[in-house]
């Protein structure tokens, strides 16, 4: 089985997209963004990339977030990811190396229910809109498609 180990990286300056693949493809690698803004939320919500793609969130929000992955949903690998934003600027990088679909969220700001259902907060860690609503769970998910060579 091949281990995948996650990516991580202190500024977007140091990605080292050239030495990752070097020789192995012509195709360059891609590497796609997802932003938190000043919100509890990934934006864009959903995103499809290839393999060999590499996904980077960065945190812009002044609230530290998560990325999180269970085993439920992903299929694409990265099983058990866990890893902080921090908040104003953190970053965090994966690669995926197969297709399939990644489903994550912020365990600050959503959690899976009974049925792997993303489900806000509530109560006793979301924010209350003047609908008497707490939010929606801060999720997003990758579909990752066939390489192209
Ligand atoms: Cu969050």
Redesign the pocket.
């Known amino acids: 089985m091949r281990k995948l180990f996650p990516v991580v990286l202190l500024a977007v300056g140091l990605i080292p997209i050239g030495a990752v693949h070097a020789g192995a493809s012509r195709s360059p690698r891609a590497i796609r963004q997802v932003t938190v803004p000043e919100a509890?939320q990934f934006t864009p919500f959903a995103m499809t990339i290839h393999a060999g793609d590499f996904v980077r969130w960065v945190n812009t929000d002044g609230d530290d977030?998560?990325v999180v992955a269970d085993n439920a949903y992903t299929t694409a690998g990265h099983q058990g990811t866990d890893h902080v934003l921090p908040a104003s600027g953190g970053v965090f990088v994966l690669r995926f190396s197969h297709a399939g679909t990644f489903l994550y969220y912020?365990r600050?700001?959503a959690h899976l229910d009974a049925n792997n259902q993303p489900v806000a907060p509530g109560p006793d860690g979301g924010i209350q809109d003047a609908n008497g609503n707490f939010g929606t769970p801060?999720s997003g998910v990758i579909t990752v498609l066939p390489g192209n060579g």
């Open positions: 509890d977030h998560t912020c600050f700001h801060m």
